[in-house]
């Protein structure tokens, strides 16, 4: 069974520009997670997705990043403009139903440095 | 807000001896997950433990979870060098008005040393 896909790996980019990582879940997975993980610390929830609709967004700092998942199978996490602290590790994760029901399998991630 | 403190955050320890990870929750849950991370590398599924009193191992690691004192240990047993990583705890919360959360604990990590 294919894993979850994440792209790019690593992402070097200047403060203020924009950047975006994609996600491509297990199939049939309906929820989808993106969390932030900073250096030495556990992950970070940003935004949960069931299907194509937001669960949860709390933690999203959403005057710079965004998320969708239109078709609620891929998702794209965008974050504009950079700041230097967003330099961090972008997780995906996807599980059946909910972390209720099933654990959440994580992809690689995205490294993001912002310089 | 949920809280989940681990400890120790990090640990030394050489081959061959025993050693348990704690991790604290501060909120009522019943669902508890371990996760095995390596450098540069994603997170790696270990337990899932579903209910108070539940005990789960695999090869020298064994997890357990007390939803009563709201915690759950992580015991090595005869470490090898292959266990050599940073360990999660995260904890499942369910809230009626925002819907259900994984929160992580700050990871610990752990070097077995020859």
């Known amino acids: 069974e294919a894993g979850v896909a994440q792209s790019p790996r690593y992402k070097i980019i200047e403060k203020r520009q924009s950047v975006a990582f994609w996600c491509n879940p297990i199939?049939?997975?309906?929820?989808l997670y993106w969390y932030q993980q900073i250096l030495g610390q556990g992950p970070k929830l940003l935004i949960q997705?069931?299907?194509?609709?937001?669960?949860?967004d709390s933690q999203l700092p959403k005057d710079r990043f965004s998320a969708e998942r239109l078709k609620g199978v891929d998702s794209t996490l965008k974050i504009q403009p950079a700041k230097l602290e967003d330099s961090a590790v972008y997780l995906c994760?996807?599980?059946?139903?909910?972390?209720?029901?099933?654990?959440?399998?994580f992809g690689q991630g995205t490294r993001l440095t912002v310089v | 807000e949920l809280k989940v403190e681990q400890n120790p955050l990090f640990l030394s320890m050489q081959e061959g001896k025993n050693y348990t990870i704690y991790c604290n929750y501060s909120?009522?849950?019943?669902?508890l997950y371990w996760y095995r991370q390596d450098p540069g590398k994603s997170l790696e599924s270990l337990f899932v433990?579903?209910?108070?009193?539940a005990v789960k191992q695999e090869g020298r690691l064994m997890a357990s979870l007390d939803t009563k004192a709201r915690l759950s240990t992580l015991h090595i047993t005869a470490a090898v060098h292959d266990l050599s990583a940073t360990y999660f705890c995260?904890?499942?919360?369910?809230?009626?008005?925002?819907?259900?959360?994984?929160?992580f604990g700050e990871g610990t990590q752990l070097t077995v040393n020859p």
């Open positions: 997705f069931q299907n194509n609709g937001v669960v949860d």
């Open positions: 995260a904890v499942f919360l369910f809230e009626e008005t925002s819907g259900s959360r994984l929160t």
């Open positions: 909120t009522t849950s019943d669902r």
């Open positions: 994760a996807s599980s059946l139903i909910g972390p209720r029901d099933t654990e959440a399998f």
């Open positions: 199939s049939g997975h309906a929820t």
């Open positions: 433990l579903l209910s108070n009193g």
